[in-house]
């Protein structure tokens, strides 16, 4: 079976992540090829290249005529099965229509809750998913979504679809991410944290639509005890780091850029905070979860990111809320067995694996 796949981003994210767990998971137990559209400048180029995989580079789709020309090129010659699109808009109908005109399967994948672009742009994008969408559904072969919240989203003006799409569950290397008490220590030293301290973290992208400003804000409030540990990098640095000295926060705040091993750091931090507008499954929230950390939400959040009873959702209009759990939270409890709740939740990377490959097998048997 040869699969094309769509969608890798430019930066390290967590659809990216997803992706290539997915696959690596994949490729041990199925005989299936991977190959890869991808943008010249992605750093996931880099990844696909240690991994000995297939791609083609592709122009951006702004520049349609030579993304026509390039994509119509590589399907017609290669002898695709399937073509995995991953997306959160429903803009870009010409690669359907290109997979449906060679006869390629069209598996459709959802990792969000809203339109993430912003300003006119938005407004565009909006106008066209209104205009290509009867056209754009009809085209899905097997639809697939991250969540329940993604699948109304993405599949809700299409009852059809809506109700056959399947959810595969955000999966993670759920062993990597058991609490591990020598690890914490280590960890918190290498941060600069104090016995004493109570660590909050965020991890991700640092953009607005994560809001991480908000936590800025309420750690002002708290007392000098608690410190905020960020992890990720983005457009939004140069104000958060604007506040953090504006604000006498320097000595309480730590930004600690891209990390590999987000796994071990995990052990060092006492309560995960997620204050987003809008967000899919997002990683960081399960893996939090797995290695025993409390975990703070946004109430715009869905309530699928509660696979354990460590997450309690907040209004994210309400300062006072949020300041209130924050400092009546119980720390003093068991976190090594986490991890073991989060997989019986079915959000391991091979049970992943293994309902992806379910549906395609499925849907295979029975184009037959």
Request: glycine letters at 4%.
């Amino acid at each position: 079976m040869k699969i094309l796949v769509d969608g890798l981003p430019d930066e390290v994210g967590g659809v990216g992540t997803l992706i290539m767990d997915l696959i690596l998971s994949i490729e041990k137990r199925y005989n299936v090829m991977f190959f890869f559209l991808i943008h010249e400048k992605s750093i996931y180029v880099e990844k696909l290249k240690l991994g000995n995989k297939r791609y083609f580079f592709i122009p951006k789709l702004n520049y349609v005529k030579s993304y026509i020309s390039c994509i119509k090129r590589i399907m017609a010659e290669n002898d695709f099965d399937y073509i995995w699109i991953n997306n959160t808009s429903k803009v870009n109908i010409l690669l359907l229509e290109c997979a449906n005109k060679n006869n390629i399967s069209i598996i459709m994948h959802s990792h969000g809750t809203n339109n993430e672009e912003k300003g006119i742009k938005k407004f565009i994008f909006l106008i066209i998913e209104n205009i290509n969408s009867k056209r754009f559904y009809s085209l899905i072969d097997i639809p697939f979504s991250c969540s329940k919240d993604s699948a109304n989203y993405f599949y809700g003006k299409c009852q059809e679809l809506h109700d056959k799409v399947v959810i595969i569950n955000n999966g993670i290397k759920i062993s990597e991410y058991k609490f591990e008490e020598t690890v914490r220590q280590k960890v918190r030293y290498e941060v600069g944290l104090k016995e004493e301290d109570i660590a909050l973290t965020m991890i991700g992208r640092l953009t607005a639509v994560k809001n991480q400003i908000f936590s800025l804000k309420l750690l002002k409030k708290l007392d000098d005890k608690f410190k905020l540990v960020l992890f990720g990098d983005g457009e939004d640095l140069e104000i958060l780091e604007k506040f953090v000295m504006n604000n006498q926060l320097s000595s309480r705040v730590f930004f600690m850029g891209m990390r590999k091993n987000i796994s071990a750091y995990l052990n060092g931090m006492d309560v995960f905070l997620l204050p987003s507008f809008h967000e899919g499954i997002p990683f960081s929230i399960i893996e939090a979860q797995a290695n025993g950390i409390s975990c703070i939400v946004s109430d715009r959040l869905s309530k699928e990111l509660a696979v354990s009873d460590l997450v309690s959702f907040c209004d994210i209009e309400n300062y006072e809320y949020w300041l209130e759990k924050i400092c009546s939270l119980n720390l003093n409890y068991k976190r090594e067995q986490y991890y073991k709740i989060v997989k019986a939740n079915g959000f391991s990377i091979e049970q992943s694996a293994d309902k992806f490959m379910k549906e395609v097998e499925r849907f295979r048997r029975k184009s037959k």
